[in-house]
Nanobody, 124 residues
Framework: QVLLVETGGGLVQAGGSLRLSCAAP????????MGWFRQAPGKDRECVAA????????NYADSVKGRFTISRDNAKNTVYLQMYTLKPEDTAVYYC?????????????????WGQGTQVSVSS
């Protein structure tokens, strides 16, 4: 089991920005892909961004392309989600997830460890 801890959520006005961080312990962080998921009230969990083990290959949900950027620092065992031009529809609990493999996959089945979530609320 891997314990992931998300930080950086908060309340912002539409058009604002936030940066989420996810820290993971251990020595194997750099071997696996990482993802950011979100879940809004009454909606299914969705993958918003994923990054492979190298940090070079990324995938984004269409709804966040051009606004969100996922990155990682393997030396710090940390993955980030930089969010710009936030919209009210971005309001959700955001979860960090560690993959079972090395790729930038969007399927929740590809992830074996999850954080507790951090709330992002965007007001209009």
């Amino acid at each position: 089991q891997v314990l992931l801890v998300e930080t950086g959520g908060g309340l912002v006005q539409a058009g604002g920005s936030l940066r989420l961080s996810c820290a993971a312990p251990g020595r194997t962080f750099s071997l696996y892909g990482m993802g950011w998921f979100r879940q809004a009230p009454g909606k299914d969990r969705e993958c918003v961004a994923a990054i492979d083990r190298t940090g070079i290959n990324t995938n984004y949900a269409d709804s966040v392309k051009g606004r969100f950027t996922i990155s990682r620092d393997n030396a710090k065992n940390t993955v980030y989600l930089q969010m710009y031009t936030l919209k009210p529809e971005d309001t959700a609990v955001y979860y960090c997830a560690a993959g079972r493999t090395s790729g930038a996959t969007s399927s929740s089945q590809s992830y074996g460890s999850w954080g507790q979530g951090t709330q992002v609320s965007v007001s209009s």
